[in-house]
Structure formats: structure tokens, C-alpha cells
């Protein structure tokens, strides 16, 4: 019996988790739209600036905004 192996990416995984953090910390800042949620709208906008930082060093293209992908 042969070992089942997943399909290689040429994308590294660090490109892929920064880009679900990126997704994940947009549609958060999204919700958090309130005077009562600054605090936590601040925390997932810097959540999302270290997310594209990684993006942008692999493709500019890639990086996440606030109001949706670009």
C-alpha cells in the first residue's frame, strides 16, 4: 500500500497562514464597526498590517485591505 502524499504548493505555508490571518483579521475589522469595539478593531487592523507585511514580501499583489482583497 502506497503512503498517500498531499500535493506540493509553490507558494510556502508562511505565505498561506498570512494570507488566512490577513482574510480572518479583514472581516474582523469589518465587524467591529462601533465606538464599543475600537479597541478590538485596532487589534485586528495591526493583526492585518503584520499579515500583509508578509504578503508584500512575496507579492505586493497579494495584500489584504480593511474593505476587501484588492
Known amino acids: 500500500m502506497l503512503p498517500i502524499v498531499a500535493p506540493t504548493s509553490p507558494v510556502p505555508d508562511r505565505i498561506l497562514l498570512a494570507e488566512k490571518a490577513a482574510s480572518d483579521a479583514a472581516y474582523l475589522v469589518r465587524l467591529c464597526g462601533t465606538p464599543f469595539t475600537a479597541e478590538a478593531r485596532e487589534y485586528q487592523l495591526a ?5 500583509n507585511k ?17
Do not use: N, Q, Y
Open 54 to 70: 508578509v504578503l508584500a514580501s512575496f507579492d505586493p499583489r497579494l495584500v489584504v485591505t480593511a474593505g476587501g482583497t484588492r
Open 47 to 51: 493583526e492585518l498590517a503584520r499579515a
